[in-house]
């Protein structure tokens, strides 16, 4: 393993410390919790948005902690949910009188730390909201949950929910256009490599050299099926039929489309995805109305994408489009 590492179990208390020194005037990082947060917050006239999950899927979460996205991100080790009290913690400190909304990837330690985390908050008088999020079609059940897991369109509810909170909306609104959000965001993965978590030092799992693993999770859970590797066009046609057909779009919508890299793929790489992704919609007479190509939800350094569609409407395209600022600008 080559890596940038010096003590693998201080990996993400040094990244956290390097997010918030490269970002003095807006971030502050609190170790205790390994806790990202805006220095603005609480503020009397927002809800505050917190969201947390494993790390390893930078930028998620910690790297959009900023106006018009989150307010605090408080994760756990690489790809382990973030202690209870992480969460408990982190609700007490950003909490405002117009209360804390926290963002759920659907795994099953996230949705227990969570939980907990908010029943503790809420027996001290906090004001909380859950939103849990579920948008990867691959799979219904994984090694990590029960149910469909919460993969790269988790970033269209956090845009969203973060626009409306800058505008002054309240607790049950933000649960609303969060749970919309989610219902219209469909995702799937595919990976043509393992990821190398740098506590064990070696591949997470073992693909072949002509092998590509067909729905893959971000922390290398098994997807639909493991086959010989083929062209770029024909995985975008599988990964594209999956989701599609999922909701369904159909005819006549008007989408946003993200093609996410998974941590080791060159953007150019992306961007011939999404080529032919745009070219298979418009054939399904879908018009793509917002583009996104980078790398939003990863695996560390597993080389493989993700293909995500958010169906939009005049609502959610105006939150989309709000002004955001965050230590990675990606969105």
């Known amino acids: 393993m080559k890596k940038f590492v010096n003590d693998p179990k201080q990996f993400v208390p040094e990244m956290l410390?390097?997010?918030?020194?490269?970002?003095?005037?807006?971030?502050k990082y609190v170790p205790?919790?390994?806790?990202?947060?805006?220095?603005?917050?609480?503020?009397?006239?927002?809800?505050?948005?917190?969201?947390?999950?494993?790390?390893?899927h930078e930028p998620a979460h910690v790297m959009v902690v900023g106006r018009g996205m989150l307010d605090a991100a408080c994760p756990g080790d690489v790809f382990a949910a973030p202690p209870m009290d992480?969460?408990?913690?982190?609700a007490k400190l950003v909490a405002s009188p117009a209360g804390v909304l926290l963002l759920v990837n659907n795994y099953t330690g996230d949705r227990m730390a969570f939980d907990?985390?908010?029943e503790m908050a809420e027996a001290e008088g906090i004001k909380v909201g859950v939103l849990t999020i579920d948008d990867d079609v691959a799979v219904k059940d994984s090694l990590?949950?029960?149910?469909?897991?919460?993969?790269?369109?988790?970033?269209?509810?956090?845009?969203?929910?973060?626009?409306?909170s800058e505008e002054g909306a309240d607790l049950d609104e933000l649960l609303r256009i969060g749970q919309k959000v989610n219902s219209l965001t469909r995702t799937m993965g595919l990976a043509l490599t393992a990821c190398t978590p740098p506590a064990k030092g070696s591949p997470l799992f073992e693909l072949?050299?002509?092998?590509?693993?067909?729905?893959?999770g971000i922390h290398g859970e098994p997807g639909r099926e493991r086959r010989n590797l083929t062209n770029a066009d024909a995985i975008v046609d599988e990964l594209l039929e999956a989701v599609v057909t999922d909701l369904p779009y159909d005819s006549g919508d008007r989408v946003a489309l993200m093609i996410n890299g998974l941590g080791g793929t060159p953007i150019s790489e992306l961007y011939i995805l999404y080529r032919?992704?745009?070219?298979?919609?418009?054939?399904?007479?879908?018009?793509?109305?917002?583009?996104?190509?980078?790398?939003y939800c990863t695996s560390l350094d597993m080389a493989g994408a993700s293909l995500t569609l958010v169906r939009l409407d005049e609502e959610i395209e105006r939150l989309l489009e709000a002004p955001a600022e965050t230590a990675i600008r990606i969105f």
Request: glycine share 14%; hydrophobic share 40%.
């Open 276 to 295: 032919r992704a745009h070219q298979q919609l418009a054939d399904r007479g879908i018009a793509v109305g917002r583009s996104y190509v980078n790398e």
């Open 32 to 56: 205790d919790y390994n806790l990202i947060m805006r220095t603005d917050i609480p503020r009397d006239d927002k809800v505050s948005i917190v969201q947390g999950s494993g790390s390893g």
């Open 144 to 164: 990590y949950t029960v149910g469909r897991r919460g993969v790269a369109g988790n970033f269209f509810v956090i845009k969203a929910v973060g626009a409306a």
């Open 86 to 90: 992480y969460v408990y913690e982190t």
């Open 208 to 216: 072949g050299a002509d092998e590509m693993e067909v729905g893959v």
């Open 116 to 118: 907990m985390g908010r």
């Open 17 to 27: 410390e390097g997010i918030a020194l490269a970002n003095q005037d807006k971030l």
